[in-house]
């Protein structure tokens, strides 16, 4: 074993590649090679008639899914949530990072950070389920609204014509909320690590310098938490698009992307729709990336 | 967002207080609720407050044969996924800490592609893959997909640990005459044994508690997560859901809290 060890040290490279064998094996045939495999699907087509799926290299799933004005309808939605998702996060999380890089003590930034982990910890499943228990019609959030007399507002939400429905667990804005609830702490924790790295020398020095605080916000502050911001808004949109839990137990009527892969591989049993409806989001987190690496948000990472 | 006019830099206004600690407070909302509802004595709506509190649900809870056979499988796969990761995991961060060579940045890459990319992608590619593999989806399956995400984990935190070791220890030690084994065994295992315990349990953790990859893998396998969605249809026995919500966060907690003592960066680290 020595004699080995000693052997090794001495070729680095050798070394390396017998390290490195494993784990890249793995990943590379189990991950790679299922995502060969989900492309594959997403070429073959099912047979309409004997609704098995034919082995045959072909376009016409992909025609189904950008043809049916269903399906678009269904990309649409989910993208138009996970953009609206991204920027309220982004939105709501702005005082907390701030707070807790700027202005807490140690002892209360470490508060702040263990209170921020453990919800973002706390099991996925049961989240979603207590939202549902926040949510319902007689629940918690139905209770406070009718003690302060909200009544009336909430009333006026649920009756707006896309984002309203019956109660708050089977409308937009309720899977809204609970979206946005989900991912923010894959927000925070970036924007935090971000506007640590702004020295306040440089909002003296704004503000010494005339800017009114909301010009030091804008022209100092956002630049510099944009790398935090890209970091963060790349996990609430990539979540976002790919979650078919939350629509499903948090459900207005309407399909999304996640939905229609878990159904189409499930009950449907059409596995090549269900691929080619998880390229999409594929597709789409890509082009967010290319996006944001253009505007220069990976730049100062 | 407003900076305070008074030039105290030090100081939040009430304001921006006041919103830090309602988001905090926001994050923290369902984690109440679910203690309060696992105590409720109404059973069939949602209704809040509770009109009484028992403890009689978690007794009814202890009894079902389906919950606990749903909580061995769900620890079964937690342990192997992890136990493979663990291995796994160390290999590469070993491999690719300090290493610089071609493709580097490609092995990096694939080596964050599976928590990067949402979970379903991974679930539906497994699926895709062992549909045209001919693999029956089972136990094995489920263990595959878990161990695939759970690499990384172990991966990102064994290498950042490795990364603040200072080089020089390890050359110190072979000048002093250790070969490679006690270099290993009696310098790096020591300082990389919190981050490999941290990184177990957290991928132990997300293992114990995952569903999206799950429901694509399990064939006719109930993990314990899965057994909680399929209940969230049939809501007959609320109260019973309400008691294993309680528990599930109990027992992922207890790891996610210590491997965050464990990782902390405050921790008094022999420089």
Known sequence: MRAIATFLYGRRGFYLSLLLLPPLLWLGTVYLGSLFALLVQSFYAIDEFTARIVPNLTLATYRQLVSHPANVDIILRTLSMAVAVTLTAAVISFPVANYMARYASPRMKAFFYVGVMVPMWTSYLVKVYAWRLVLAKQGVLSWFVDRLGLAPVLDAALTTPVIGGPSLASSYLGMFVVFVYMWLPFMILPLTAALERVPASLLQASADLGARPAQTFRNVVLPLALPGLAAGSVFTFSLTLGDYIIPSVVGAPGYFIGMMVYQQQGTAGNLPLAAAFSVVPIILIAIYLSLAKRLGAFDAL | ?271
């Open chain 2, 1 to 271: 967002m407003r900076f305070s006019r008074n030039r105290d830099w030090n100081r939040a206004s009430f304001g921006q207080k006041l919103a830090a600690f309602a988001g905090l407070a926001f994050l923290h909302l369902p984690v109440f609720v679910i203690v309060l509802y696992a105590f409720t004595t109404e059973d069939r709506t949602y209704q809040f407050p509770p009109p009484g509190l028992t403890l009689h649900w978690f007794e009814v809870a202890f009894g079902r044969e389906d919950i606990w056979a749903a909580l061995r499988l769900s620890l079964s796969v937690a342990a192997v996924a992890t136990g493979m990761a663990l291995v796994l995991g160390t290999l590469a961060a070993f491999a690719l800490a300090r290493s610089r060579f071609r493709g580097r940045e490609i092995i990096t890459l694939l080596f964050v592609l599976p928590i990067a990319l949402p979970g379903i992608i991974t679930g539906i590619a497994l699926l895709s893959a062992f549909k045209l593999g001919g693999i029956q989806p089972g136990y094995w399956t489920i263990v595959t997909g878990h161990a695939t995400f759970c690499i990384v984990i172990v991966h990102n935190n064994v290498i950042a640990r490795l990364r603040r070791l200072p080089q020089s220890w390890i050359e110190a030690s072979m000048d002093l005459g250790a070969d490679g084994m006690q270099t290993f065994r009696y310098v790096i295992l020591p300082q990389i044994a919190t981050a490999l315990l941290a990184g177990g349990m957290l991928a132990f953790a997300l293992s114990f508690d995952e569903i999206i990859v799950t429901l694509f893998t399990a064939g006719h396998e109930r993990t314990l997560p899965i057994w909680f969605f399929n209940e969230l249809f049939r809501p007959r026995e609320r109260p019973i859901t309400n008691v294993v919500a309680v528990s599930v966060v109990l027992i992922t907690l207890v790891p996610i809290l210590a491997a965050y003592w464990l990782t902390r960066p405050s921790e008094p680290e022999s420089k």
